[in-house]
């Protein structure tokens, strides 16, 4: 792709354009704006998005009238105990009529790719779709096949029930650009999920809005967004305090903590920062688009100790008390 230039007219059909995407989610989707800017920033920076929440709060909804109104190839694939690798990205089979083996691509080739419940597979299947997130491409047989671009996973996980699942290994659920937790709905939001729902025939449909040209030419801005050096400086202070607390006047955390963040965790808030501030019809950086992303980027890669959860301490303890104590020099 050609380097875009961050002209005013330009900026601004395309921030029009993202505007009419949140309006048009909005026909059929009740509230969760928070979920759907997380989820733009995943599409817009190559990030792949983490979903967590109780079920029943439109997260597979969403994702799905998303892709919609982006106009992308979209494929949603329920993990079970029994699923396999081959079910994800596909196999070769024999075609008796030609009396040779042919491939069959499976749904991991496709633009979003929703992977509902991804804790409910084996680690087989795991590692196959974390591969494919990580390469941005599937070997089946002998052959090496790229996925089509843009490429997003988003996985959902269900923390409500435990029996039966097989939860991400940490350094896989690094691969995550963020981690999103999503809540329960404001009861104004409830209220009208329900009179929406309870109405037989209500319909909605939605118009496409972007297309993959647009996409990449939003990224292309994105790319232009200036960020200062005192605030990547920051950015790296952040990610130091995750792995040395105590000397970041966060000692009562010290004992707690077992890993800190990994090198993606600064990669993640820069580019995750640098969309935010696009998002606001910025084209430069502010303290507070880092620290408005910081806890959907971090907290699922900070490693706690077996005595932070006895003692009740949360990664979302540490994050906040980092975000009002790490200075910006």
Known sequence: MSEVTFSSDLTQHYQQKIRQVFAEVGKVV???????????????????????????????????????????????????????????????????????????????????????????????????L??????????????????????????????????GTYPLPEAQVDRFMMKVYVDYLKKAEELEVMRRMAN???????????????????????NQVQISDTLEKYIIELVFATRKPAEYDLGEFAQYVQYGVSPRAS??????????????????VLPEDIKDVAADVLNHRIMLTYEAEADGVR???????????????
């Open 267 to 284: 990669i993640a808030l820069h580019r995750a920062a640098r969309t935010v501030a696009f998002f606001d019809e910025r084209d430069y």
């Open 130 to 163: 974390l591969e494919a997130m990580q390469e941005k491409q599937v070997t089946i047989g002998e052959t090496t096949y790229p996925l089509d671009l843009p490429f997003l996973v988003l996985a959902t996980q269900n923390p409500v029930e435990q029996e």
């Open 30 to 128: 009740v509230g969760q704006h928070y979920m759907l800017n997380r989820l733009l920033v995943g599409l817009f920076t190559g990030g792949h998005i983490l979903l967590e929440g109780v079920p029943g709060l439109a997260k597979t909804l969403t994702i799905s009238t998303l892709a919609q109104v982006l106009h992308l190839h979209f494929q949603r694939v329920q993990f079970t105990p029994d699923l396999l690798p081959s079910d994800l990205v596909g196999t070769m089979i024999y075609n008796q009529n030609q009396s040779e083996f042919e491939v069959k691509k499976g749904p991991i080739f496709a633009n979003l790719v929703l992977a509902d419940e991804v804790n409910r597979s084996p680690a087989k299947v795991q590692s196959a």
């Open 200 to 222: 037989l025939s209500y319909s909605s449909d939605v118009q496409a809005v972007l297309t993959k040209e647009d996409i990449f030419g939003i990224r292309g801005l994105i």
């Open 315 to 329: 990664t979302q303890d540490l994050i906040e008390s980092m975000l009002r104590k790490v200075p910006i020099s």
